[in-house]
């Protein structure tokens, strides 16, 4: 297995991963929802805004995974992961936690200082991040299950408080994926 950042002639094979492995998991309509999110994320979103990481076995792309800007007002170096995917019949292989390991590695050798997911705490507790509430950092939009707001700090033991609202990427700025 090849871990490797993502070449953007891949965007249409990245795309059919998180939608296969999303309608395997959660449904069509889910599928499709988060394919479009990581094709928008990969097209619309500006290249200093973006990080995309991939898994690869004999050419083949078997994981994707995804880091968008957080946008702070005090001008934290903060950056979002989401979505996350592993083909389902590499799944439970540790393929997801060596990917966001080098994700997580390569944003810290650029400078970022923090990095945010919004999912399962059981799963990204293994890869640093720690349940963090709305009053440490807010989230972008409302969330509806807030103990999947996770955080981990790339330059420190812990993440300080940080005042006032944050903002990500146009693509992911959607209620729908919160």
């Known amino acids: 297995m090849k871990l490797s950042t993502y070449n953007p002639s891949n965007i249409e094979e990245i795309k059919q991963l998180f939608t296969k ?37 004999n050419e083949q792309i078997i994981g ?7 946008a702070f007002e005090n001008g934290i170096n903060a950056f979002l992961l989401a ?3 592993i083909h389902t019949s590499y799944q439970g292989k540790g393929i997801g936690q060596k ?9 810290k050798e650029s400078g ?15 890869v640093g991040f720690s349940p963090i509430t709305e009053k440490l950092v807010k ?21 300080e408080p940080i005042t006032g609202n944050s903002h990500c990427v146009d693509a992911i700025d959607k209620p729908e994926y919160w």
């Open 83 to 85: 979505p996350v995917a």
């Open 112 to 126: 970022v200082e923090l990095a945010f997911t919004y999912g399962d705490p059981g799963f990204y507790s293994k």
């Open 64 to 70: 994707s995974i995804i880091f968008s800007r957080l």
């Open 21 to 57: 492995t999303f309608s395997d998991s959660e449904g069509q309509s889910e599928g499709i929802l988060i394919g479009n999110l990581a094709y928008d994320l990969m097209t619309g979103t500006d290249g200093n805004d973006l990080y995309g990481f991939v898994a690869t076995e």
């Open 139 to 159: 989230a972008p939009l409302t969330l509806r299950y807030p103990e999947g707001w996770l955080g981990q700090s790339l330059v420190s033991d812990e993440i």
């Open 99 to 107: 990917l966001i390991n080098f994700g997580l590695n390569a944003l």
